[in-house]
Nanobody, 118 residues
């Protein structure tokens, strides 16, 4: 099982990006999915998560600016980042609870860099 994240880049403050994360491999079912980020010198933090039936949860710092969504048929997770700020600069990681048929385990993508210049 692999999670492949993409969509990061270098943008100016106020601009937007859309991150994607595709799950592949021997997957029976995907439960909760989420995006985390880690800035230099800081701990990894939850940005947003979404349940299998589409209920989102956001960190206070990104509410009203970021939108998480998923396409279960495509096994893909998205994060729309609008009104970006320099403090959003970090490596963004996707995470998913995945079952290969016997229980669920956590899987992580490789990370995609988001850099916001002022």
């Amino acid at each position: 099982v692999q999670l492949q994240a993409s969509g990061g880049g270098l943008v100016q403050a106020g601009e937007s990006l859309r991150l994607s994360c595709v799950a592949s491999g021997a997957i029976f079912r995907i439960n909760d999915m989420g995006w985390y980020r880690q800035a230099p010198g800081k701990q990894r933090e939850l940005v947003a998560s979404i349940t299998r039936d589409g209920r989102p949860n956001y960190a206070d710092s990104v509410k009203s600016r970021f939108t998480i969504s998923r396409d279960n048929a495509k096994k893909t997770l998205y994060l729309q980042l609008d009104s970006l700020k320099p403090e959003d600069t970090a490596v963004y990681f996707c995470n998913a609870e995945i079952s290969r048929g016997l229980g669920y385990g956590p899987y992580w993508g490789q990370g995609t860099q988001v850099t916001v210049s002022s």
